[in-house]
């Protein structure tokens, strides 16, 4: 039961992150693409809070439907990947290093606030 919910929600994830990337690019008009930045930034503290929590109780299962599967599908690894190095091909490299260090940092930063928040 736990593989089919855990495909759910990273369909969910997938949907709530196109949703959010949707409406951060019609609102900000960036050179960068800021909507990765705030999905992956985003998902990182709500991992990061995830893990916290259930690093202090028996919620596995939790961990395995919430954060494999719908932080999995919200979380866009490889987009980054792919606008980073589309920002290099374009000539744009100074904006590829800022855009891959941010994301780094960012994504670090907001995990380790969140296992921060949950901690004991």
């Known amino acids: 039961m736990i593989p089919l919910l855990v495909g759910l929600a990273g369909g969910l994830g997938a949907i709530a992150r196109f949703s959010l990337d949707s409406w951060v690019s019609s609102h900000w008009d960036s050179p960068l693409p800021l909507g990765t930045v705030v999905v992956n930034v985003s998902g990182s503290l709500l991992l990061g809070v995830l893990t916290g929590w259930a690093l202090q109780s028996d919620a596995s299962a939790v961990l395995a ?3 494999t599967g719908f932080l999995g599908g919200y979380t866009t690894f490889s987009t980054a990947s792919v606008e980073a190095a589309r920002l290099a091909r374009s000539g744009r490299g100074l904006g590829a290093v800022v855009h891959a260090s941010t ?18």
Not at 109 to 118: F, K, M, P, Q, Y
């Open 103 to 120: 994301m780094l940092l960012l994504g670090l930063g907001a995990a380790l606030l969140g296992l921060w928040l949950t901690g004991p």
């Open 65 to 67: 439907i919430l954060g």
